[in-house]
């Protein structure tokens, strides 16, 4: 199915449901029935107060976000963090991990744990330095968390290009040391994703979605749909191998204003798992 068809299919499955029931807005969008779920990277909304991306996430009907800590700083209070829970809860939205935090230190590696286990969650999705992984392997095994390292694409070759690299690193460590798949930044360093999902896909702990224009250092984001990545077959492989973590989307394009193009690449993804589901309508 061409790309543009996708897209309308999800644009109409929305009004057609919406038509059907005769909903007042705001119209919540149909059960996509699957393990995973959409969910939205808070970097996405770095230009963005955390109103701004609650008003959003609710437009779109996305119920999970990934905490930053532009968002939620670090060093924030028990007061300040249940403060935020309660934004969230108030716009039915569940924040499930933090992230992507850097850590240069070990002392950065415990700030991080800690900041997890008072916001309530149990995955992190960081960027340590690679001497920093015994550490971080120790402080899995402390917490019982899940720890998904934030692959970075060409634009940062000693901060885990591509999926491949984050396994290299993590296959003898603590199971519960794995990645963050970006498919945009897998893709831009040669790789393809839906490859690196099927090979990797026990140490999948979360997705950011993205689409993009080349396989190179050179390709850009743009709005899913609008690249070169197979989203058919990527939603086809996340049934195949039973992923039930989120798949967040990080949109990078026209970051001062993002929303026409956070509706557009959200409503393309559902379309597709909509229209690759096999389920009648």
């Known amino acids: 199915m061409k790309k543009i068809e996708l897209l309308f299919c999800g644009l109409l499955l929305s009004f057609v449901v919406a038509a059907q029931n005769n909903r007042p807005d705001p119209q919540p969008a149909p059960d996509t029935y699957e393990k995973f779920k959409v ?5 996405t909304f770095a230009n963005f107060d955390l109103d701004k991306t609650l008003e959003t996430l609710e437009k779109c009907d996305v119920k999970y976000l990934c ?20 934004k969230l809860k108030a716009k039915g939205i569940t924040g499930y991990a933090v992230g992507p935090i850097y850590m240069y230190t070990e002392a950065d590696v415990d700030r991080a744990f800690e900041y997890a286990r008072k916001v309530g969650v149990d995955l992190i999705v960081g960027v340590p330095l690679q001497n920093l992984l015994p550490y971080v392997d120790k402080k899995v095994k402390e917490y019982d968390f899940k720890y998904a390292i934030h692959l970075h694409g060409p634009d940062m070759p000693d901060k885990y290009p591509d999926a491949e690299d984050v396994w290299n690193h993590v296959k003898d460590l ?3 040391i794995g990645m963050c798949l970006d498919i945009g930044h897998d893709t831009r360093n040669g790789k393809n994703p839906v490859a690196d999902l099927k090979k990797y896909h026990k140490r999948v702990f979360d997705m950011h979605i993205k689409d993009v224009t080349a396989p190179t250092k050179q390709g850009y984001s743009v709005e899913i749909g609008r690249g ?18 989120k798949c967040s989307l990080e ?3 026209n970051m001062k204003d993002p929303f026409i193009g956070i509706a557009e690449s959200i409503g393309y993804f559902r379309g597709v798992i909509a229209t690759t589901s096999g389920r009648k309508k």
């Open 174 to 176: 603590d199971p519960r």
């Open 39 to 43: 969910g939205m990277a808070g970097y």
């Open 67 to 86: 905490i930053k800590d532009f968002h939620l700083p670090l060093n924030s209070t028990e007061e300040q963090i249940a403060a935020f829970h309660a």
């Open 228 to 245: 070169i990545i197979d989203f058919p077959a990527l939603v086809k492989m996340l049934r195949k191998v039973g992923y039930d973590g």
């Open 251 to 253: 949109h990078e394009r």
